[in-house]
């Protein structure tokens, strides 16, 4: 069972992916370069957050087209795992990997705190480890964090059970005042329809240990590791 967690010119939590996966987890990953053409035999493919190619003309629009996106797209076409978090998350609708698009804060600043999400759906592999509506605690930091889709798509991910993760307050209520970046349905999370690519706001991958204030992003990649392990 290895990683593969992709680094792009201006990423910025790569590294912090792979201390969650190798030092935290006690996972095999390898480091992927964007101009790599090859995954090395990555079982699951990690797009950090971070600020691709400086978020020029908007994020992830110009990581989507490296050539280590081939790969990944066709990693995913074959029904392997993807998780895209922050600016991964940007990347992989850009790439047309997951439906809608990520735009600028409702508040048009840069955010970083820590937020509440509810679990909406815990039967993904992602989310295997957690309970429906459980209450998780994770950090994000980002400018462009708003997700917006068309009603149409928006029906679609609620009905196919692919809305993942859901801003919510503190009685996991998802209300206007727990939505850091003004997202449609406060959702935080996505699966495409095959449920094997996870694109997030938050940063699981800084919530694996006591020190960091919150485990609760520990259980998405124990999860992923003793499924695909399996």
Request: aromatic share 6%; with cysteine.
């Amino acid at each position: 069972m290895k990683f593969g967690i992709v680094t792009f010119p201006g990423s910025n939590c790569d590294a912090d992916a792979c201390h969650a996966v190798v030092d935290v987890l006690g996972a095999q990953a390898v480091r992927l370069w964007h101009k790599d053409h090859d995954l090395q035999g990555a079982d699951v493919v990690i797009l950090p957050g971070g600020f691709s190619y400086g978020d020029y003309l908007r994020a992830g629009a110009i990581a989507r087209f490296s050539p280590i996106m081939r790969e990944v797209v066709a990693h995913a076409e074959r029904g392997a795992p993807v998780l895209g978090i922050c600016n991964g998350f940007q990347i992989a609708c850009e790439a047309g990997l997951l439906p809608g698009a990520l735009l600028r804060n409702e508040s048009l600043q840069f955010i970083c705190e820590g937020v509440r999400l509810r679990v909406e759906n815990a039967g993904t592999i992602f989310t295997e480890r957690y309970e429906h509506h459980q209450l998780l605690s994770l950090p994000i930091a980002h400018g462009e964090g708003r997700f917006t889709a068309d009603d149409a798509t928006l029906e679609r991910l609620e009905g196919e059970g692919q809305v993942i993760f859901r801003y919510a307050d503190a009685a996991g209520v998802p209300t206007a005042a727990a939505n850091p970046n003004g997202s449609a349905r406060n959702i935080a999370a996505i699966v495409n329809d095959r449920g094997n690519v996870l694109g997030m706001m938050p940063h699981p991958e800084r919530a694996v240990e006591p020190l960091l204030g919150s485990t609760d992003g520990l259980p998405l990649f124990e999860g992923l590791l003793a499924r695909v392990g399996a």
